[in-house]
Nanobody, 117 residues
Framework: VQLQASGGGLVQGGGSLRLSCAASGTIFSINHMAWYRQAPGKQRELVAIITSGGATNYVDSVKGRFTISRDTAKKMVYLQMNSLKPEDTAVYYC????????????WGQGTLVTVSS
């Protein structure tokens, strides 16, 4: 599976960004899709996940501000980020995990989000 993330950039606190991730080389519907982020000096953390069936879950710090969605026909996953805070500054990575053997996991190249105060 190849994942191509885009949409990062510099935004003022309180602003919005939408990240996109294009998937190829897979049957998209058999993958859970997720966004992770890694801030400088910190471990990578799961931000949001959307299952193959469309169920979503979020880390507490972004609930009510971020929305993950997927377009199966276009093989795309999105992360709409609103009310951004400086602590959201990180490199954001798109991730996929197949729900059938061999349960392959794949990562995109990351896109940098910088939120100024």
């Amino acid at each position: 599976v190849q994942l191509q993330a885009s949409g990062g950039g510099l935004v003022q606190g309180g602003g919005s960004l939408r990240l996109s991730c294009a998937a190829s080389g897979t049957i998209f519907s058999i993958n859970h899709m997720a966004w992770y982020r890694q801030a400088p000096g910190k471990q990578r953390e799961l931000v949001a996940i959307i299952t193959s069936g469309g169920a979503t879950n979020y880390v507490d710090s972004v609930k009510g501000r971020f929305t993950i969605s997927r377009d199966t026909a276009k093989k795309m996953v999105y992360l709409q980020m609103n009310s951004l805070k400086p602590e959201d500054t990180a490199v954001y990575y798109c991730n996929s995990e197949q729900i059938i053997p061999p349960y392959a996991k794949s990562w995109g190249q990351g896109t940098l989000v910088t939120v100024s105060s």
